[in-house]
């Protein structure tokens, strides 16, 4: 195996014809670790020192990828991270064939060791409770010296989407099914006029990724706050149009009177639907819950689509548990070298 850190931006240029190639062939294939995802968010925030650490064997094949830099903090030190830590991005990991990965994450876990001089800890977020940085890491990296601690930081709601919309409301409690049946009876039963859509070739993504900022940052104090900072707006502008022409964007409004009431901004990644935010005028047709009657549309949507997953991402909202999500959880990997 030979192992090649990358410090330069031109890395991902460098790794764009291989990056989500070897991103199918491992079990960290989400969208957050995608060679758009990862680049972007670099371009947009750039917040260390870049350092991409790539694995091959001897026949030059690509087997790992560490999406990795180093933010110097007046705190911690020297810190090495996941390119998409925290904010914006719900999933993260060490990206390796899944033929091969306790092979390569030891071959990580030396050149660490080896490169110890560069940083004073490791701090890598966001690990899904079924990865190998979860699973396998901690115990690869304790054997090369490190003291490793992994800790749980944060749940992700999901739903395990059944065949039919029927049987999804079968799943729900009793007081549950009937709430979201009424909702949506009250509200395609009002004299208003009520519509909905999917972001499409019919409109212009512009003025939507426009008008879902303006739902977004109106329906909450810290959306607003989020969005006062340029860099995450420039993120977002940036990232959405790549979303879309992947093929992975799933944006909807609900319209009353033809005016955008409230929004839902999801990913479709392999038969998974991502909720990644939304937005609504929380002041205005309250009575008739246009948020939940559109997540209600999304969701049966994505059954009849004939996707598997309805993940609700990072956070406890109690939306999320009465739309039927069940708790997976996401970790934090913090490692540093034992003390002679």
Known sequence: MKLIAYDRVDAFDT???EWNELLSRSVADRIFSTWEWQSTWWAAYQPGTLWIVECRDES?????????FIDDSMIKGSVVRSIGCVEV????DIIVDKDCIELVLSYYATFLFEHRSKFDMIDLCNLPETSPGFRL????????????????QEVCPVINLPLTWDMYLDSLDKKQRHEIRRKIRRVEGTSENIGWYIVGVEQNLQEQIDQFLVLMAASHSQKAEFLQDRQNVDFFKKIVPLIYQNGWLQMSFLT?????????LNFVYKSHVLVYNSGLIPDRYGHLSPGIVLLAYNIRYAIESGCSVFDFLRGNEIYKY???GKDTVVYMLCAQLAKE
């Open 60 to 68: 030059g094949r690509l087997l790992g990828l560490a999406p990795w």
């Open 322 to 324: 009465r739309m039927g």
């Open 137 to 152: 890491f901690p115990a690869i990296l304790a054997a090369r010296g490190f003291d490793v601690e992994v800790s749980e």
């Open 89 to 92: 991005t719900d999933y993260l």
């Open 256 to 264: 009353i009177g033809n005016e955008p009431v409230a929004t839902y």
């Open 15 to 17: 790794l764009q014809s």
